[in-house]
């Protein structure tokens, strides 16, 4: 997908929200579309991809197509997005796919298989516990993981410096920074279901 086109799906999530057809809360991406289309070209469609809840992007760069991904969000699915087919997962609890994502990375050591996991997780996330366990047991196993930080400089709507310190800086962690197109929940506008 090009970033015009990233661009483009959140717009018609957004709009879906707003007309009260989405029966759930959204979290939108923006301003990140270059770096996640760097990033996916080197995952390969048989890859595992765990994210966060803020996933649209993730799901449409990983092949799962734009009506399918649509239907569940206006289903109200859009934090919890589950694509066995695809080996796609999200979760609303921060840091929720952590240790699913090692549990998936280490099953495919053991088993030999060529494939690898991709754990997407925000700043937030990055400065709890549950990584630092995650990271520290992928690394010293040698598992086929990579953890992507998405930093945006946010815990939900606090800066993450105030918050938690600085973010992580170790082994097979990629970060990169990006500056917030849209509030942490929804669009800015309140809709009443």
Not at 44 to 72: C, M, Q, V
Not at 80 to 85: N, P
Request: hydrophobic share 40%.
């Amino acid at each position: 997908m090009t970033r015009e086109e990233l661009i483009a799906f959140e717009k018609r999530v957004a709009e879906a929200f707003e007309a009260k057809r989405v029966k759930g809360p959204v979290h939108l991406s923006g301003n990140n579309e270059d770096q996640l289309i760097r990033i996916f070209k080197d995952i390969h469609p048989e890859d595992w991809i765990f994210t966060s809840y803020r996933n649209h992007y993730h799901a449409l760069l990983h092949g799962i197509p734009e009506e399918k991904l649509f239907k569940a969000i206006c289903d109200g699915r859009s934090m919890t997005l589950q694509f066995l087919e695809h080996r796609f997962f999200s979760t609303a609890i921060v840091g929720g796919q952590l240790s699913i994502a090692v549990g998936v990375a280490a099953a495919l050591k053991r088993k030999e298989e060529n494939r690898k996991v991709w754990c997407f997780l925000g700043d937030m996330a990055a400065s709890i516990g549950a990584f630092h366990d995650a990271q520290e047991y992928a690394f010293c196993n040698q598992l086929p993981i990579t953890f992507i930080v998405e930093n945006n400089a946010l815990s939900c709507d606090s800066p993450t410096k105030e918050c938690w310190g600085t973010g992580p800086n170790k082994g097979k962690i990629e970060v990169y920074y990006y500056k917030r197109q849209h509030p942490h929940v929804g669009t800015g506008n309140w809709v009443s279901f």
